[in-house]
């Protein structure tokens, strides 16, 4: 690691000054993506075929002949160093907390090309075996794992949990999730081929920052007089908020399924915050006239980063964490079966013809093709 | 991590010595397998089912309705850091092997199930974005990683690239995949219910260590004159020989299937060495009379860590990492596919009726029920 500047307090802090340098991972991710596409043609030799549509998208499909497979891999990311941080201040574990956002990770990325989830593995790697031997925090992994896995109706089917001395850091753990599921029936696949001019974009509620932008939240903490502790509302430290668990957006693609609405397409807002709403390859001007209310913390984030709107919302989820692109009819009934579920949702914009780009009418902002290269 | 005493040139080397200490990490293994054996339940709301004789085995299988899927998470353990080592001592990169490795332990337990390995994910988790800065090592663990999956026949479907500071430790990766494949015919489902007395036990030769038990084979470069330098045979340093890259044992299953030979049952040995004979909960008795060439990197192992036969086999492969439980009339049909792959193979014991024990009789060695604890 680079030693990071200790910053000036007026000065703006951007996700790169926080340690994540996405111009040294890409150029790999690129590569990897290359040489992946090439082993799809294996698929042949057992009767199947990829889905070539998923190949850069959240979930990688196949076609096995009745449905759909899709799968996946996730990790939590830095998060785990909050709910570390916060214990030692608290004497809380939010391990089971963390638990819901490995888990989230994994789901909210498969159920955008149209799965079901139907199996989580838990991949949990521990600095040395001691990491096992507190028997509160390992507990309440376990019982988060699960109650993620409940509210998802997936099953839980094991996993990996390796004691990984010299790797994974002293009295750390990293967590990750992997995901098999179904895309059933097949006429449920939303990679994108249906997305169209006039599609609605609506948006569902994120609890706060979720999973993404934890190392921009971790250096923040410097700037904070209280750190962790400085409240972010009465009441509600900036750590608790940080540990707010992210939404889990299954049960309200399975509720669209039931009620008949099959998006065009979905964007699970992580890495790269609302540029994520650009991920489809197609050109097309996505339209937002409806801004959904920044979530506290993340709000705090902004104002504390000295972050202006455009670099906000190229990191954060800013209050949005999932978006459905949907037959314009269907927009206000996808927003009343979301908050169905529980989960507050917004019909935010819409789909025009026109040169690829987001424009976020009520901030002036725009992102061009240029803002998010994963292909 | 606890300090590990130097240890006196004389004295025995265990597992536990070399820093993983098992008990601590057992006990939330059983507890995290009693919570997910909870959630199998949810994939009736599906129309689906578990394959409940999964449970504890090495993949986890679903019942679709037209064919099982199998899937897994594994991680490659430590062995990266002998790369690490190696690169400063030699200059070469050897994460082209590693990625072998890493695709190894995921498609070597799925297989164990009766399924064919379809989508590997890959997750390489960095201890920064740094580590991605070295094109030729990453390059080489792209380039590894796909000649993995083209031996496999599998689709590489995409993976995640975290840059993890503070969780993994600086400078380091840790790399494990998850994969997915299908029973297909329903027929090919290996979970045991099949294994009985008179059943052989075919084994499959290793290449080396494969990915268990580095932890030692780390720990006792402290005990060699030169290090990982120290020649295990003229012209193959100790270092080179273990990263020897794990046999892919897919081959060898799919060309059984193709043979018309089902096995009853299948143990990739891992972790806890030939225990992992032990694996099935059914109480059988495990007789093995013909005893496997040991590689010359883990005769040296015991050799140097001082390690009577009874350790040896419970903590490395000794030779034999992957075995076949198969009617015995095709044990030694068993065998002659095995070497059509490239892969040597041994008729090396059967299964008769009696107490739960693994019985080496060349080494006058046995293991009772009590010696692997893992459901």
């Keep these: 690691m680079k030693p990071v500047a200790p910053l000036e307090p007026s000065a703006t802090l951007s996700y790169e000054q926080a340690g994540v340098n996405y111009e040294l991972i890409d150029p790999l991710k690129v590569a990897a993506q290359r040489a992946a596409a090439a082993t799809g043609a294996h698929l042949a030799a ?69 799965a079901t989830p139907l199996v989580v593995q838990a991949y949990w790697a521990a600095g040395g075996s001691e990491w096992f031997a507190d028997a509160q925090r390992a507990n309440a992994l376990v019982v988060g794992w699960k109650r993620a896995c409940d509210v998802c109706g997936v099953a839980w089917g094991g996993g990996e949990t390796p004691a990984l001395a010299g790797i994974v850091a002293d009295g750390r ?39 993404n932008g934890l190392s921009l939240a971790r250096k923040l903490v410097e700037r904070l007089p209280q750190g962790y502790l400085t409240p972010v509302l009465p009441g509600l430290t900036y750590g ?10 299954s049960p309200v693609t399975e509720a669209l399924y039931r009620a008949g609405i099959t998006p065009h397409y979905c964007a699970n807002i992580t890495g790269h915050g609302w540029r994520k709403l650009l991920r489809h390859p197609a050109s097309h001007t996505y339209r937002i006239h409806t801004v959904p209310e920044v979530t506290p913390v993340l709000k705090f984030i902004q104002q ?72």
């Design 46 to 114: 057992h009767g199947f075929k990829e889905v070539a549509a998923s190949r850069g998208e959240s979930a990688y499909v196949v076609d096995v002949g009745p449905f759909y497979i899709a799968s996946i891999v996730e990790c939590l990311g830095s998060k785990a160093l909050v709910a570390d941080e916060m214990h030692k201040l608290t004497g809380k574990s939010y391990y089971d907390s963390i638990a819901q956002d490995t888990i989230a990770m994994a789901i909210n990325d498969l159920i955008t090309v149209g």
């Design 173 to 211: 753990i990293d967590l990750a999730a992997s995901c098999t599921g179904l895309v059933n029936p097949k006429e449920r696949l939303s990679v994108g081929d249906k997305l169209a001019p006039g599609d609605a974009i609506v948006l569902l509620a994120s609890s706060g920052i979720h999973a």
């Design 240 to 249: 608790d908020a940080l540990l707010a668990p992210t939404v889990l957006y």
């Design 304 to 375: 504390h980063a000295r972050q202006d709107d455009r670099e906000a919302y190229s990191t954060l989820n800013m209050g949005a964490g999932f978006a459905l692109f949907v037959r314009s009819a269907d927009a206000q009934r996808c927003v009343e079966v979301a908050r169905s579920q529980g989960v507050a949702a917004w019909v935010a914009g819409q789909i025009e013809a026109g040169p690829k780009k987001l424009v976020i009418e009520p901030l002036a902002i725009e992102f061009g093709d240029d803002a998010l290269q994963l292909r």
